[in-house]
């Protein structure tokens, strides 16, 4: 009878601790993915594998946000950690807000599924194509490889090789167009570059100046005469009093190359979109390489 009781207790306890199991599994908290609203997004950036893109147009702010949000993301799997772990090839997201701060995020695959994770969020399971979707973020990354993948830039590396320490000095032996404040140097680089783009030739060179600190910024400058675009790409790296988010190196398409006299100013070298005016030259339709005259 003694032993009967006891699994009588046994029986019991093992009930209750099944049900307060299933009770917490049950009433295990959500949690919510918590991004900014898209017009408080000032830019994006994506990095995998150390390449590093940023977004920075409307459209692509809109459509990452939306591709990441998907009409609002719920989970019960806790994140824990900063950073993900047992996984690879994890694509960064960094969101800097307009007001202050940012968000980080992450995606990667694991055994055959794809994750969404915010550190000390949530960790939300996404779909193939969504997945994809992000990934394409990234490709602009072989964009900026295949730039310097052709003869015109042979005797050029690639600007993500060129060291931190790279001086004015050895920037006009490299064969650049430099323009240290009133000093211009290879000017005759500039002036073939023109001649070319005017008579619709592919055509690229390298412009090295400093900034008023005296720190490097480095443009490369192709057109490609066959789809008759320019291709910029610009490196901020060295740029200490930049903003964080603008210490990268970005690649640009314009649609036209030339110089423009700003408020019957100075003339500057400007690549640009559509037509160019005082009232566009302060826009994100105009670019300022550098003074020209």
């Known amino acids: ?3 009967k009781n006891i699994v009588i207790l046994i029986v019991f306890i093992l009930v209750i601790l099944i049900f307060t199991l299933c009770f917490a599994i049950i009433n295990k908290p959500k949690y919510n993915l918590k991004l900014p609203e898209i017009n408080d997004v000032s830019s994006i950036f994506v990095t995998l594998n150390d390449n590093e893109v940023k977004l920075d147009k409307e459209e692509d702010i809109t459509s990452i946000i939306t591709t990441l949000m998907s009409n609002g993301r719920t989970t019960k799997i806790e994140s824990i950690q900063e950073f993900p772990v047992n996984v690879s090839n994890v694509i960064t997201i960094k969101i800097y807000h307009k007001s202050s701060g940012s968000s980080t995020l992450f995606v990667y695959e694991r055994k055959g599924n794809y994750y969404l994770e915010q550190p000390y969020n949530g960790i939300y399971e996404i779909s193939s194509d969504e997945y994809n979707s992000i990934l394409n973020f990234t490709k602009e990354t072989n964009a900026l490889d295949e730039f310097y993948d052709t003869k015109l830039t042979t005797g050029y590396v690639n600007i993500k090789q060129i060291k931190e320490d790279y001086t004015i000095e050895e920037a006009i032996n490299d064969k650049c167009f430099v323009v240290n404040h009133a000093k211009v140097y ?3 680089l500039y002036e073939e570059f023109m001649n070319k783009y005017n008579n619709k030739e592919s055509a690229y060179i390298r412009l090295v100046q400093p900034t008023t600190e005296g720190d490097l910024v480095i443009y490369d400058i192709k057109y490609d005469k066959d789809n008759d675009k320019i291709i910029l790409v610009t490196d901020s790296t060295r740029d200490k009093f930049a903003a964080d988010n603008d210490r990268i190196i970005s690649l640009h398409e ?10 019957n100013g100075n003339l500057f070298w ?7 005016n005082d009232e566009t030259f302060n826009t994100d339709n105009t670019f300022i390489l550098t003074v020209v005259n």
């Open 270 to 276: 400007v690549v640009y979109n559509g037509d160019i």
């Open 254 to 263: 314009y649609e036209k190359i030339g110089t423009y006299r700003y408020n």
């Open 186 to 188: 290879n000017e005759n």
């Open 1 to 3: 009878m003694k032993g």
